[in-house]
């Protein structure tokens, strides 16, 4: 994992392009140079040799990222405790704080991954999957691509699946990110700059939520970027092997969330912006294509759920105009102070050309409009967590806005200027965190497995779609998978979609839903109190308590919680123990086209 940043280094064909920071910035580099020679021995001064660059002797280096050094892991390391801090602060260790419905999806599909490598693959996968599924219906697998949960399963073989190891596994890969970020602004300015930048990024509300949370978002964020470096290496070298790897991290970006189609934006408008068409006649441009064709045709093409059938329905493609805006207004929301650095930073940019030798800040450039246009096009691309790949991108433009405006300060001093801020808005965004709320979720689950009456019989939970989530992620985690199976009510009582649309009921009467309940038998019913869970099939479950009291127990409670507004409720169904199950119908028509049974 901690090499999953290294670009492999090499020399550009192009010279280095004039400064972005404009005339004053060149005069004082101008002097610098001129002090230097003063002091140097007459016999170098009548020497006949070019004027040095008027550019930082960063400016000069080659490459992006280069293997790790100890600066490096000095500041993964760093930065790794950093986000420990934040995830302590918001009580991500402890359950589920993030509030997003996809975060019990990502958990489960990680654990089943786990535990069909662990099991020793000999079951078919689809078969083992639906079983899965039945037992613990959070399953993501083909709504999203594998690779999320190929690292998650790694990591969880190595160490545990428990919620604390898969949240480290998170600060990893958010120090990943943050690392990679800061090697490249050291690389074009300074240490200072780049361990700023890192802290800086940390203490924006939009990565603190990601590092909060099992989403695979900040894994997206890290393998497209990465692709984006590739690619401005690429511009520079005209290489073949920086094609593929350009290929490469946007396969393992593809592979992990469709989001990551953005990258395909980035050559065709590279190519615009610096006016080199004639790339486009080189067999090395297209064989990132290739490599992306091959590795992740397979996927997109096979596999049901693939290419986000159940919601393009909710958006699809579309050039809408107003959604032009949402990026921007999306990024204001992180700050207008950085957004202003980084727009000045931007216009800097784009004053220095962004010809040859400058090929990072072009496919930068390009990402960061592509992002803006994505949301424009694709409707379920509008979410705010989808700009988390440019925000390494803004911090770059950033950085060039900070190098301007302290071009004639000293070098200490201007160190200064860029780390003290920037430890300052780190501090203040930790002392900031809200501690999340836990929903009482885990200790109710923590009841009833520990009853042996109850051992592996079915339960029914009806919540909102978070709820049903997190307690089925709660028992999963907590037991020889797969054990208990848990039903989800908006899934057993209703017919709904992926995105909540499309409700219907699917029994409309108390008996009629005692009857199924019943029939299967379900053994453990949980009910959410809370006042926003106000769907039909929840209203008529506690009609069902209250038509058969004889019927029911109560035999666990949790909360209310202070905050959450919960209180949830168990109940065990009499004389369900030893009683045989009855086969299980689950309508999975909108993902596999079919009903499973089991």
Request: glycine share 8%.
């Amino acid at each position: 994992m901690a090499a999953a940043y290294v670009i492999i280094p090499g020399k550009c064909k192009h010279p280095a392009r004039p400064s972005p920071w404009g005339e004053e910035h060149d005069f004082a580099m101008s002097r610098e140079n001129e002090d230097e020679s003063s002091t140097s021995p007459p016999a170098q001064a009548v020497t006949e040799t070019p004027p040095p660059a008027r550019i930082p002797r960063d400016f000069q280096r080659t490459g992006f990222v280069r293997p790790p050094d100890k600066f490096s892991a000095a500041v993964f390391v760093l930065f790794f405790a950093a986000v420990m801090l934040l995830q302590f602060r918001s009580g991500a260790y402890m359950c589920m704080v993030g509030g997003d419905s996809d975060e019990p999806s990502h958990y489960v599909t990680g654990l089943m991954v786990r535990d069909y490598i662990a099991s020793g693959m000999t079951a078919p996968p689809m078969e083992y999957a639906e079983n899965y599924y039945l037992h613990y219906p959070k399953v993501g697998l083909g709504q999203w691509p594998p690779f999320f949960y190929v690292i998650q399963a790694a990591w969880t073989l190595l160490f545990s699946p428990s919620r604390l190891s898969v949240m480290l596994l998170m600060a990893v890969i958010g120090a990943l990110l943050v690392t990679t970020t800061c090697s490249v602004i050291r690389r074009e300015f300074s240490a200072a700059f780049g361990v700023a930048a890192g802290l800086f990024m940390l203490s924006l509300p939009l990565i603190q939520h990601q590092t909060e949370a099992i989403m695979a978002d900040l894994l997206v964020a890290l393998l497209v970027f990465l692709a984006a470096l590739s690619f401005g290496r690429y511009l520079d070298s005209e290489r073949w092997q920086d094609s593929v790897w350009f290929g490469i991290w946007a396969s393992l970006a593809l592979l992990t969330k469709g989001s990551a189609i953005v990258l395909a934006i980035i050559p065709p408008l590279s190519l615009l912006l610096s006016r080199r068409w004639r790339l486009a006649l080189r067999w090395s441009f297209w064989l990132s294509a290739l490599v992306v064709l091959v590795v992740c045709s397979p996927w997109y093409l096979l596999v049901p759920g693939a290419r986000h059938e159940t919601v393009t329905p909710y958006g699809g493609l579309g050039f809408k105009e107003p959604r032009l805006l949402l990026a921007p207004l999306h990024l204001y929301a992180q700050g207008i102070v950085p957004l202003l650095l980084a727009a000045h930073g931007l216009f800097e940019a784009v004053r220095w050309r962004l010809g040859p030798g400058n090929g990072r800040w072009v496919a930068a450039l390009s990402l960061l409009l592509g992002l803006i246009f994505l949301p424009a096009v694709m409707s379920v691309a509008a979410e705010e967590r989808y700009l988390i790949s440019g925000v390494s991108v803004l911090l770059m433009f950033m950085a060039i806005s900070l190098a301007w405006l302290t071009a004639r300060l000293s070098g200490r001093l201007k160190s200064a200027v860029a780390i003290l801020p920037a430890v300052a808005c780190f501090a203040y965004s930790v002392h900031q965190v809200v501690p999340g709320v836990c929903r009482g979720y885990g200790e109710l689950a923590q009841v009833l497995l520990s009853k042996p009456e109850l051992r592996d019989s079915v339960m029914l939970v009806s919540s909102d779609p978070v709820g049903e989530g997190v307690l089925v992620a709660e028992v999963a985690v907590r037991e020889n998978r797969p054990g208990h199976i848990v039903l989800r009510a908006s899934k057993l009582l209703a017919s709904v979609s992926w995105m909540g649309g499309s409700y219907q009921l699917l029994f409309h009467t108390p008996a009629e839903v005692m009857q199924q309940l019943e029939r299967i038998p379900i053994s453990i019913l949980v009910m959410d109190r809370s006042p926003t869970n106000q769907f039909s099939h929840n209203r008529l479950l506690w009609e069902v308590l209250r038509a058969y009291p004889g019927r029911w127990e109560r035999i666990g409670f949790a909360g209310p919680n202070e905050g959450s507004g919960k209180m949830l409720e168990a109940y065990r169904l009499r004389g369900s123990e030893g009683r045989p199950r009855a086969t299980i119908r689950l309508d999975l028509r909108r993902s596999l086209g079919r009903y499973i049974e089991r």
